[in-house]
């Protein structure tokens, strides 16, 4: 049994705009990525393309076997090298639409969902709609749970790097 959960990224006094453009840059997400360093060692950028169809990224993260809670390491024999993959549609007034997934090389589950990026009355929101799933009896919902709290980690650590990164190249003052 899968497990759900959403996640709302708000972005006040910033435009749909101004973070598709961020979403587009290069030098925002190697910034982004060494911004994640902080919290894992191996992150970075193996892929962006960004035109009038979309943006394609692809990031690598790699996680460190002790770094790792002791459930997963159950399950995890050596360090834990996660390809996450995010793509978002043309650029639009009204919503962009995108998703993500990430994988692990011969991992026990999946994890994935949709992204929504839209306006608001005070500036804009990117909403995350998670399903994780882990194919381990009796673990498994132990582990759907765990990943989820930490993706909300991530997108927390995510949005607040990105708020500042809009901040600087956006002042909104």
């Keep these: ?57 692809e990031l690598h993260h790699i996680l460190p076997r002790d770094m790792l809670p002791e459930i997963a390491q ?24 995108g998703k993500y997934s990430a994988s692990i090389p011969a991992g026990p589950g999946s994890l994935g969902g949709t992204i929504r990026l839209f306006p608001t009355d005070t500036g804009c929101t990117m909403r995350f709609s998670s399903e994780a799933k882990v194919f381990i009896p009796m673990v498994g919902p132990r582990l759907e749970q765990l990943m989820l709290v930490n993706l909300i980690d991530l997108f927390r650590a995510e949005a607040e790097f990105t708020v500042q990164w809009l901040d600087d190249h956006h002042p909104t003052r």
């Design 1 to 57: 049994m899968a497990r759900r959960l959403d996640y709302s990224a708000r972005y006040p006094l910033h435009t749909t705009k101004e973070l598709y453009a961020a979403l587009s840059n290069r030098d925002y997400w190697d910034a982004r990525m060494a911004e994640m360093r902080k919290y894992s060692p191996g992150n970075e950028v193996a892929y962006l393309e960004a035109g009038d169809g979309g943006i394609d990224v």
């Design 74 to 97: 159950a399950v995890m024999r050596k360090d834990m090298v996660i390809t996450r993959k995010e793509s978002y549609g043309p650029f639009g007034a009204e919503e962009i639409i």
